[in-house]
């Protein structure tokens, strides 16, 4: 139905012209899901997005041709195009929020959609509205009608999105990355609604993901696509199994799933070993954070108990909204706790208030690696700046010293010591990881809080970084509190685990326990929701 | 990207200037009138103060710009008032870009009770007609040159607290900031090293409208008799003087200071764009 013959797109920049995509083909049948899976800047959006003939400004297709279903796309005009876009071919986008247009009601949003394409009058819009909404499976869809975007969650959000690419009962669903940002659970429920919607329509989907897992659970097909080039296709389990091209067997490996061991994760790795564990390091006890809400307080935290012992690694597994990231930061002294007691090395940190913890002896003890790298670093300060930074506040230390040990941070976390002058922007995600990395170290902390450090990086990246970071516990004694949404990279990282849902414990014990007998519902239903190949 | 910082820095102003010519246009333009207001008495060919016979001269070879009234050469006071204006709205925009950065630091950081009375004084300044408000503050204080800058830094104070602490507000629980406060900074040195420096793309911005504001402003109170006396050389004082004369056809008087008057004002209001680009870094490769 869809084919793309030798697809070349380019695009102006500052430094000359650069190839996205370089001669890719591609054949789609009807009613066919086929996964083009590849890391960013591989070119798979650009490819999608010259299907709909919708690329950036500066980007151009000097080669190749388009055809869906006879009709040349690449020499169709703009008319023709706005025909074919929504009604033909529709696409759901990564962020829902951004895609949808936050100042109208969703159902007024579908109708827009239903009656552009003139397939909705006037008055039969709204039933036809309502009847997309219970299409997705949105509950009390007369009602939801009237909702806006920002009153309903992410997951609700990316299936009104889904209902508006498919109001106009499209032959063919663009899906680019529809479930990154979302949580694990959350993710299951979409995909598992656009391959059921895809079955009862008998539609194609072409499903963009960086996500080899993912892919290989609802595709029949997949492209692995690494600088613009196909590299290698075929049946996922094929592709899983017996890959050929070196490139896909890294990212079969880089891939976490249940039962892998960290060290599998990067081909030829060795395994790490793990430290001995000494005495408690870090205990907390009854912790609660209490927020005031506009309407009525808001419990982040209901009473969360734990212990970690030196040289140990506690992950703390939730999804958006349980409140990790709540006591991550409470643990770090960036904010205080309600009640509760924090204790490390058997001495209480709640006797200086967070506001004042800056000037705290044991500030350079506790250090914290950030979610998001790009965000974590002043994007006026180069990498060694950054690194340096914690050595002029929390150590006596001479400028030529700090330098020199500067360079010592980059060589332990593999960053090249040539990028160290470089802005967070000219970084990739991967040395804007390591550089945090490096400046959580720089002043030899005891206790590191790790909040969801590979959550923004390509599974291939987060295959280095975890490896990285279970050597430098190994080498420099260190003791980790690791907050991920992701089971199957705690389960490689940590050796305890608790399961946090809407500020409270769910689950707390050994990682092997927690993953092979988890007693509560909710552990369960999120090892379901770690996607598994088909075999 | 091993070039040291200032190489880098001197190559990424080249690119903006390079990449843009209008900004290479106003950069051009600043350093003329820059020039004008360092050098100006000497570059005058007459003394801008001295009155000769020839009164109202037309424009000619020996005198540019012709003469006023008193037999004053227009040319050379057009060119020595270069400095007294730039003077004025650049000590008025200094001023009102560091009192406003602090008052717009306090209340985006801390917010609560400071941001509430910073924030509402702040509106009640731009509640008043700005001009009028700045005549007041003149007449109130005494007629000096220094209070038509303090009267200028006060009515354009407001504008440059509001974009601050809007940047420092959406950038106040960022990750670097976080990361900042883990590194032993304190809240006082995480504003100022820290989330201020990156309000400064949009600052700059700010600061090139301002200026063109500013010069106005100045002139506008000359203009109407505040500020800076005759017989000094002053474009707002020389428009009023020459307005006279238009009816009887000597335009020259009002046209040439005015002329200077509307090309500082373009100039700076040209200089936004390149000036937020030199200081953005995301703009560098």
Redesign the interface.
């Known amino acids: 139905m869809l084919q793309i013959r030798d697809l070349r797109v380019q695009f102006e920049t ?2 000359g012209p650069v190839d996205a995509v370089r001669g890719i083909n591609l054949d789609l049948a009807r009613g066919e899901t086929l996964g083009i899976v590849g890391e960013s800047g591989s070119g798979k959006s650009v490819t999608a997005f010259s299907v709909l003939r919708i690329l950036d400004e500066g980007g151009k297709i000097i080669a190749g041709d388009l055809t869906y279903g006879g009709i040349n796309l690449t020499a169709a005009d703009e008319n023709a195009l706005n025909d074919i876009r929504g009604r033909e071919i529709s696409m759901v986008f990564q962020n829902p929020r951004a895609a949808l247009n936050p100042i109208r009601k969703i159902g007024q949003q579908i109708e827009d959609v239903l009656r552009q394409h003139s397939l909705a009058t006037r008055q039969d819009a709204r039933r036809k509205a309502i009847t997309a909404l219970e299409e997705v499976q949105i509950k009390d869809a007369a009602a939801r009608y009237h909702a806006y975007p920002f009153e309903l969650s992410g997951g609700m959000c990316q299936r009104i999105v889904i209902a508006l690419a498919l109001a106009c009962q499209p032959q063919l669903l663009i899906a680019d990355e529809p479930t990154t940002g979302l949580d694990v659970t959350t993710q299951k429920t979409v995909m598992d609604l656009i391959q059921n919607l895809a079955k009862d329509r008998g539609m194609s989907v072409l499903l963009i993901t960086h996500d080899l897992g993912l892919a290989g659970q609802y595709c029949n097909r997949l492209l692995v696509m690494k600088d613009g080039e196909v590299v290698e296709s075929g049946p996922p389990a094929k592709l899983t199994k017996e890959a050929t091209h070196a490139y896909t067997k890294k990212l079969v490996a880089a891939t976490p799933h249940k039962g892998k061991a960290l060290h599998n994760l990067i081909l030829g790795g060795a395994a790490v070993p793990v430290p001995d564990q000494g005495e408690v390091l870090l205990s907390v006890r009854n912790v609660t954070k209490t927020y005031a809400g506009k309407s009525g307080p808001v419990e982040a935290l209901r009473g969360i108990s734990f212990n970690v012992r030196k040289g140990g690694c506690l992950g703390l597994v939730g999804e958006s909204g349980s409140g990790k990231s709540t006591l991550s ?1 409470i643990i ?1 002294r ?1 904010q205080d706790a309600t009640t509760g007691e924090i204790e490390f090395e058997g001495r209480n940190l709640n006797d200086t208030p967070a ?1 004042r913890f ?2 705290d002896p044991r ?2 003890e506790i ?2 690696v ?3 790298a790009t ?6 300060h ?1 990498a060694a700046q ?1 690194i340096m ?2 050595m ?3 150590t006596k230390t001479i400028p030529r010293d700090r330098s020199a040990r500067v360079h010592e941070l980059a060589a332990q976390v593999g960053l090249p010591a ?2 160290l ?3 967070p ?2 970084l990739s995600g991967g040395q804007k990881a390591r550089v ?1 990395i490096a ?2 170290l720089a002043v030899n902390p005891k206790l590191l809080i790790l909040d969801e450090p590979t959550a923004a990086l390509d599974v291939s990246i987060q295959a280095l970084v975890l490896n990285l970071l279970a050597d430098l516990r190994h080498r420099l004694n260190l003791t980790y509190v690791f907050v991920s949404h992701d089971l199957a990279v705690v389960q490689m990282l940590c050796d305890t685990a608790l399961v946090m849902r809407s500020g409270e414990c769910v689950e707390y014990g050994p990682t092997d326990a927690v993953l092979s007998s988890p007693k509560s519902p909710y552990t369960q239903e999120l090892i379901a929701a770690i996607p598994q190949p088909r075999p | 990207m091993s070039t040291s910082p200032s190489q880098s820095f001197a190559a990424h102003v080249g690119y903006v200037l390079r990449q843009n010519p209008v900004t290479l246009i106003t950069f051009s333009l600043l350093a003329g009138l820059i020039f004008c207001a360092v050098l100006g008495p000497l570059l005058a060919p007459y003394d801008p103060l001295a009155s000769s016979d020839t009164i109202l001269q037309p424009p000619s070879g020996a005198h540019w710009f012709g003469t006023d009234h008193l037999g004053r050469d227009v040319f050379s006071r057009v060119i020595v008032a270069t400095r007294l204006d730039m003077t004025i709205s650049i000590g008025a925009v200094a001023l009102s870009f560091v009192a406003g950065s602090i008052l717009g630091c306090v209340a985006g950081y801390w917010g609560g009770w400071f941001d509430a009375i910073i924030s509402r004084g702040l509106d009640m300044i731009m509640a008043f007609p700005l001009f009028v408000l700045a005549m007041g503050i003149v007449a109130a204080l005494g007629n000096t040159v220094e209070n038509v800058i303090y009267a200028t830094a006060v009515i354009n104070t407001p504008f440059y607290a509001r974009v601050v602490r809007a940047e420092v507000n959406i950038r106040r629980d960022a990750g670097f900031v976080q990361a900042a406060k883990l590194a032993g900074n304190s809240d006082l040195r995480v504003v100022a090293m820290h989330i201020f420096p990156n309000a400064l793309p949009p600052m700059m911005v700010q600061v090139s409208l301002n200026m063109g504001w500013a010069v106005l402003n100045a002139a506008g109170l000359s203009f109407i008799g505040l500020g800076v006396r005759p017989p000094t050389p002053e474009w707002g004082i020389m428009v009023a003087e020459g307005a006279n004369y238009i009816i009887s056809g000597e335009w020259w008087l009002a046209l040439f200071p005015g002329l200077s008057l509307m090309l500082a004002v373009f100039t700076f209001n040209l200089l936004g764009d390149g000036l937020r680009d030199i200081v953005d870094p995301k703009q560098r490769r």
């Open positions: 500052r430094n930061s770090a960036l506001a800056a000037s500030r350079s250090q914290m950030f979610q998001d965000e974590s670093l002043n994007p006026r180069t950054s930074e914690p002029r506040h929390l040539a990028l002058s470089r802005l922007h000219q945090g400046r959580a």
